[in-house]
């Protein structure tokens, strides 16, 4: 194999790498401290993305046992995690996470063995291709990176082992030679930092896209696939089409960029109702309109490649000692850090008062922060595509042209079969509904539990399963597609409910039959954004109205809520309501909706204590379903944690129509 393709393998198994660690240690800390809607000790595990300090001990020369020791600490770290509980995901990724920042810098200033050129000049192919396969590895598992679950943990070693053989491949010691360029390479460590933040966000699960924009989800994977795979592909064969892009026209192609990602957000936001008396407010199917800017950002989106190469240029330049890297890494890293909690902040702001409550819906503030200021690095002078050229054209062997064909059409057929939904015969004057309150698909002790919680739903059967607390597609939860696995799995149609961006915790719909008429309804709140996914299914020839609920607030809000679901709900057939409700019976709101439909649970015990002896009376119960009239419920269960898999009950009941 060829020196620049062992480069850009090797490049492309660290940042896949980076980014699966980077994205596991903020999952976990979010999971052990920010679900409890609080801060404790376990946030210190952010320290770990500050672990570049110690290259302080490093003045000149990078040690061979240094390089091979950090190595093996990031290989062992992402061999491990996939097998461990959440603390223990912590720690593994915390150490992965220190260990691949601080490999960084040796590897961007190694060089292959008896070759002159540069690693640090594929470095851009390198994060294409952590692109392509962390897209294809996510697609084809339904929506869950398949290679750090338990199950999938074997790629984790396969590809650990490649890039020990790869790094072999390279000469570690940097040579001892006058620094030929005296210009700080802060603003370039931070620019790749900035890049890679990118990808953690959004383009290395594109999935988190279609979430925003509800575009079409085969559409968008296949297209950040093509182009990434398509970046290395170019680059490798003929990257002086690369080199050629002038600075003004670099700086343009940022500019676009960030416009248009900015704007694909801000094409989605959603005006909340500000006070008690405003109007509820419907959102429906996005608008042609409303996707343009998706589209141009799906097609400018690979500058991040070409502004990862010119950062690396600047660097290799610069010929940079180990503490040299010390202050842009540190900036880098405490950037990331800010970002992450914008963007939790603008989904809790009701509870980590007072510096959460500015972040209400600016969702779209830090992809503005990340793209803006990348493209102000871009525009310092000195910072283009043409430093320094070499020439680095390659034959693309035909090796290349197999594995980068070979994850393309992965990715695009996985895209086709993993969202196929089968078909049901109804049953006979019934169904069964479920409420399903899957806390991001974690149990009542912060574990994951996805596994049990779908094996409960197929031992259920339901026709229609309400979800909530499902937006798990968001950098606080890695980014896992939770909705989309569950439905691809079962082979359901599903609607995802209030799109990312909204800053709700998720109220998903999923049904055996088609979907019709979808929207989600946003009514006043002062907490949480209240967002109630509505639909439609005909089923055996019958339509039922269905409302996933998930309120919570002041008693004021949850009165505006209340009367608003009746309010749409009214003169509708075979209505059914139900989900994570946050209501008490003798709470107001409870007693307004009891007044015109019935409980399930109430509806067969009267006393709130089943047959078996089930006390669901009192505070223990908070997730209902109730119906019209027109329906009647019948055996209604409900199953507790931890058996449920989940902090709530998992309920559910046969409805006779």
């Known amino acids: 194999m060829k020196k620049p393709q062992v480069i850009v393998i090797a490049f492309g198994i660290f940042f896949l790498f980076l ?43 990078y040690p061979l046992i240094t390089a091979w020791i950090l190595f093996g600490l990031l290989f062992l770290a992402r061999g491990f995690t996939p097998y461990l509980n959440t603390l223990g995901r912590m720690l593994a990724s915390g150490i992965g996470t220190g260990a691949g920042l601080m490999l960084f810098p040796f590897l961007i200033t190694a060089r292959a063995k008896d070759d002159s050129s540069c690693p640090n000049l594929w470095t851009s192919e390198g994060l294409a291709l952590a692109i392509g396969l ?56 931070i620019g790749i930092f900035l890049i890679v933040a990118l990808a953690l966000f959004a383009f290395s699960a594109p999935t988190v896209i279609a979430r925003w924009t509800e575009g079409d989800y085969r559409l968008i994977v296949m297209a950040v696939s093509l182009l990434a795979v398509s970046w290395v592909g170019v680059s490798l064969r003929k990257s002086s089409l690369i080199e050629n892009i002038p600075p003004m026209g670099l700086l343009i192609w940022n500019l676009l960029f960030t416009v248009s990602l900015t704007m694909t957000i801000l094409a989605h936001r959603v005006s909340f109702p500000q006070t008690p008396d405003a109007l509820a407010v419907l959102v429906g199917d996005p608008t042609w309109l409303q996707q343009i800017p998706l589209i141009l950002t799906l097609l400018l989106f690979p500058v991040i490649f070409l502004d990862l190469r010119v950062f690396s240029n600047r660097i290799r330049q610069a010929n940079p000692t180990p503490r040299d890297f010390i202050p842009g890494m540190l900036l880098g890293s405490l950037a990331l850090i800010i970002l992450v909690f914008m963007q939790i902040f603008t989904n809790v ?11 209400r819906n600016k969702f779209w503030l830090p992809y503005l922060l990340m793209a803006g200021l990348i493209t102000l690095i871009i525009g310092r002078k000195g910072f283009n595509a043409q430093d320094e050229r070499v020439d680095t054209n390659s034959d693309l062997s035909l090796g290349w042209g197999v594995l980068l064909l070979f994850i393309f059409l992965g990715t695009g057929g996985s895209a086709l079969y993993t969202t196929r939904v089968q078909t049901f015969e109804p049953r006979t004057n019934s169904i069964v509904v479920m409420t399903y309150n ?19 739903i197929r031992e259920v059967a339901p026709d229609i399963i309400a979800l909530q607390e499902s937006d798990s597609s968001r950098i606080s939860l890695n980014n896992n597609d939770f909705v989309r696995y569950y439905a691809g799995k079962l082979g359901y149609y599903s609607y995802y409910g209030p799109k990312t961006i909204t800053g709700t915790y998720g109220t998903a719909i999923l049904s055996r039959y088609p979907l019709q008429n979808t929207r989600t309804v946003f009514t006043f709140s002062d907490q949480d954004e209240i967002g109630t996914a509505e639909a439609e299914i005909e089923i055996g020839g019958e339509l ?22 009746l309010e749409r ?40 204590i089943s047959s078996d002896g089930t006390d669901m009376s009192g505070e223990n119960r908070i997730d209902h379903i109730f119906f019209s009239q027109s329906l009647k419920a019948s055996n209604p269960v409900y199953i507790l944690p931890p058996q449920s898999a989940t902090d709530h009950p998992a309920h559910w009941a046969e409805l006779i129509r």
């Open 349 to 359: 702001w009701g509870y980590v008062e007072p510096v959460s409550l500015w972040f």
């Open 569 to 608: 709900s009214k003169d509708k057939s075979n209505v059914i309501a139900l989900g994570d409700y946050n209501l008490r019976n003798y709470e107001e709101a409870y007693q307004l909706i009891a007044s015109e439909y019935t409980n399930a649970w109430v509806s067969v015990y009267p006393t709130e």
């Open 438 to 456: 899957i806390q991001q698909a974690n149990d009542n002790f912060g574990e994951r539990s996805y596994n049990e919680q779908l094996a409960l």
């Open 544 to 565: 039922f109205s269905v409302y996933n609920v998930h309120p919570d607030g002041s008693d004021t809000a949850m009165l505006v809520w209340a009367e608003a679901l």
């Open 19 to 61: 980014i699966q660690m980077a994205g596991s240690l903020v999952e976990s800390i979010y999971i052990l401290d920010l679900m409890n809607t609080s801060l404790d000790e376990k946030a210190l595990g952010l320290l770990f993305f500050f672990s570049p300090v110690l290259l302080y001990f490093y003045r000149r020369k």
């Open 134 to 189: 962390s897209v294809l590895l996510r697609t084809m598992n339904y929506g869950l990176d398949y290679s750090i679950l338990s199950e999938g943990a074997w790629v984790g070693w396969v590809l650990g082992a490649a890039l020990g053989y790869f790094l072999t491949r390279l000469e570690w010691t940097s040579p001892d030679k006058v620094r030929n360029n005296p210009e700080p390479i802060t603003p370039a460590v």
